[in-house]
């Protein structure tokens, strides 16, 4: 059989999520169980998420699952892998596509790369798949005992996605009676030739219960870190008082500092600063000054307000970095206490955490010791 190849490409997505996969542990099929903070079917279809060239996604699933998918084109597959090959190809008829790509569920770790390769392929041939080579010597056994070895030049490890002109893979399909564990298969009883493309040892197909962890590092290796930097400002003017808090540390004064709250202006600043990296506003908009119920309260519960905030959303605080800027009190024999304070609120190591002070040269409010400014920029990761 030949195929008429078309440089103008329309691709479907045919994603194969159909199966039980119990042999993978759990209470659920192994495409529905969670993978890195996702399901395993979620990373899957992201992988073709920018696809060039891609019309159309269609999963295949179990006629019990089709509820799991709300946002993503589904049909019922059948009792085979081929069945539900066929049943994809069968409802992607109608559609105006010039090729298809037909991929596990059970493969999130499908790179870019690789889909990429089927593709370009798909360009100058009828049908495509990647491989990967084998590498581990091969024996042969009777079970207990080695009996031979396999010579592995010329041999490799089929993966997916595999591609193919649409109508001649979908007739492929038609004429194929016999079961197939791949569609490579299907399209080499067809006589369409198929060409290799580069596979990748880490597009390995979940089937047991280890792969799950295998998985898991591969995705999180690829993962793009999500940090963020947020900045935080706070002045507070000096007032009657015996002492102030800085950072969370009673530091004797011959006045204190005013505010709707215990006035910290250390924490205040460290508090905004995640804030602003979470895109989250401010302390006022948290806590209001105009609420009563914070006349005075201590500013730990604010900080500790936005750590738990950071948290909740997935990330984990990197360090922080605080200045305070006044000429009175001095502040380098209470800042080991400060960073201590901080590290027991926020749970971060000391070692990444910065509590210092400078003057403003007797220059500004600051200068004529009017009150207490602070500077605050703090690093947050996703977790």
Not at 116 to 129: E, H, I, S
Not at 345 to 371: M, N, Q, V, Y
């Amino acid at each position: 059989m030949t195929a008429n190849l078309d440089t103008d490409m329309r691709l479907a997505v045919l994603i194969v999520a159909a199966g039980r996969g119990m042999r993978a542990g759990g209470e659920t099929p192994k495409q529905w169980q969670p993978l890195a903070g996702r399901r395993v079917i979620d990373w899957t279809l992201s992988a073709f998420a920018d696809v060039p060239d891609v019309a159309t996604v269609l999963c295949v699933v179990h006629p019990d699952d089709m509820d799991q998918l709300p946002n993503t084109r589904c049909v019922a597959g059948g009792d085979t892998r081929a069945a539900s090959v066929r049943a994809g190809l069968e409802a992607l008829a109608e559609d105006d596509i010039t090729h298809v790509l037909i991929h596990d569920a059970a493969r999130p770790c499908v790179s870019e790369e690789v889909i990429a390769g089927v593709t370009q392929a798909l360009r100058q041939a009828p049908a495509a798949a990647p491989g990967a080579p084998v590498t581990d010597t091969l024996w042969r056994s009777d079970n207990t005992q080695v009996t031979g070895t396999v010579d592995r030049r010329g041999l490799y490890r089929a993966q997916t996605p595999q591609g193919f002109a649409f109508a001649a893979i979908r007739a492929a399909h038609r004429a194929h009676a016999d079961a197939a564990t791949d569609d490579v298969g299907v399209a080499r009883a067809a006589a369409l030739p198929v060409t290799m493309t580069r596979g990748d040892p880490d597009n390995l197909k979940i089937t047991t219960p280890g792969d799950f962890a295998r998985a898991e590092r591969i995705l999180k290796a690829a993962m793009t870190p999500d940090i963020r930097t947020g900045n935080g400002f706070d002045v507070h003017r000096f007032g009657p008082g015996d002492h102030v808090m800085l950072c969370g540390v009673s530091i004797p004064h011959d006045r204190g500092l005013q505010g709707h709250s215990d006035a910290d202006v250390g924490l205040h600043t460290i508090t905004d600063a995640i804030y602003g990296a979470l895109a989250e506003g401010d302390i006022g908009r948290h806590f209001p000054p105009s609420d009563p119920q914070w006349k005075g309260a201590g500013s730990r519960l604010f900080l500790e307000h936005a750590v738990a905030l950071a948290r909740a959303r997935g990330y984990v605080i990197s360090n922080i970095d605080c200045t305070l800027i006044c000429e009175f009190p001095k502040i380098g024999p209470h800042a080991p206490a400060m960073t201590d304070t901080l590290s027991d609120i926020t749970g971060l190591a000391p070692d990444r955490i910065s509590s210092k002070a400078t003057t403003s040269e007797r220059l500004g409010f600051t200068g004529r010791g009017e009150g207490i400014a602070a500077l605050a920029t703090v690093t947050l990761v996703g977790a």
